[in-house]
């Protein structure tokens, strides 16, 4: 039995030619399934729909929506999105971002997001409750050869942002502060999730603008 007649395992890489994943994650089966291909082997992984996943990731969309408000920075984000490497890629981040002068980059109407098209997002970021070893390993492995300029990672049960950045020359390392979102300190948003857990998000807000107002 192929690859083609079974529904894909979750939570595992799994190897499959190019024509075998597109069949998979195309199939409406899969539409609420989050579909990963690097390296000639696939990943599926159900959309989260647990409460502190959930809540983490607003918190971080109104972060980054209310920062760059403040400071005029152009963005469009993407909640969910299919990005798409013909042959070779495909991710679906939790939240990415097109900002500054890319920020206009995908017209609407589209639906997967054609990289031989259209550029890569500048930012992309995973919440991870159940799936931080992964977060941190095989997809930071794809992000960084895609050469995607930032990647966080947000460790639900640590309170934590892992950040790395990749710079012009290929180099990557860990940041506490974003380079495609200047002045936006990782330490402000750890803040921020936290007080999330013992307030509402209006009152989270409140205390951001306070902070991104300073």
């Known amino acids: 039995m192929t690859l083609l007649q079974v529904q894909p395992l979750l ?14 994650a195309d199939n409406p089966a ?11 082997r696939m990943r599926f992984e159900p959309m989260s729909t647990g409460s502190d996943h ?46 500054g002068e890319a920020a206009d980059a995908i017209p609407w109407g589209t639906r997967v997001i054609d990289l031989d098209q259209y550029p890569l997002p500048n930012l992309v970021i ?54 495609v979102l200047p002045g936006l300190r990782l330490a402000i948003l750890e803040q921020a999730i936290g007080r999330s857990r013992q307030e509402n998000q209006s009152a989270t807000t409140a205390w951001l603008m306070q902070q991104f107002q300073a």
């Open 54 to 99: 959930s809540k983490d990731h607003m918190t971080l969309i109104l972060s980054v929506g209310l920062f760059t408000t403040f400071q005029g920075i152009p963005i469009n984000g993407h909640d969910g999105c299919s990005y798409r490497k013909r042959g070779f890629d495909e991710f679906q981040p939790d939240i990415s971002y097109y900002i």
């Open 30 to 40: 899969s539409a609420k399934l989050k579909s990963y291909y690097y390296n000639g």
């Open 11 to 24: 939570d595992t890489w799994q190897p499959a030619s190019w024509e075998e994943f597109v069949c998979l």
């Open 126 to 179: 995973e919440i991870s409750d159940t799936s931080l070893s992964d977060d941190l390993g095989e997809k930071r492995l794809q992000y960084e050869d895609l050469r995607i300029p930032e990647y966080w990672i947000v460790n639900v049960q640590a309170r934590q942002i892992i950040a790395f950045a990749i710079a012009t020359d290929g180099s990557i390392r860990r940041i506490q502060e974003s380079q």
